[in-house]
Nanobody, 124 residues
């Protein structure tokens, strides 16, 4: 059973940075597409970024392009989300997600494995 555990959330002022980490266990992490989603209060879960397991190709949501970077370290079974120039509208619970195979999907229902989420709060 694949388990994903996020860490690195917290409270930061607007313009600041945070790095989220998600460590996987129980599966072949190196063959999973990994992604980050977020959900703000009263809003639907939205796609933030994903990264392929081969080639490291990434897809980022327009709202975070130029500010966020997704990366992975297969040797550590960990995917990262580096968040710079944070804005109050980035405030949300951030979820790590994974799926086996090849996909560039930005749909949450395409990912079968989920972490418990980590809170990111950006103050103005």
């Amino acid at each position: 059973q694949v388990q994903l555990v996020e860490s690195g959330g917290g409270l930061v002022q607007a313009g600041g940075s945070l790095r989220l980490s998600c460590t996987a266990s129980g599966g072949t992490f190196s063959r999973y597409v990994m992604a980050w989603f977020r959900q703000a209060p009263g809003k639907e879960r939205e796609f933030v970024a994903n990264i392929q397991w081969i080639g490291g190709r990434t897809v980022l949501a327009d709202s975070v392009k130029g500010r966020f970077t997704i990366s992975r370290d297969n040797a550590k079974n960990t995917v990262y989300l580096q968040m710079n120039s944070l804005k109050p509208e980035d405030t949300a619970v951030y979820y790590c997600a994974g799926t086996a195979g090849f996909t560039t999907s930005t749909r949450a229902d395409e990912y079968g494995y989920w972490g418990q989420g980590t809170q990111v709060t950006v103050s103005s």
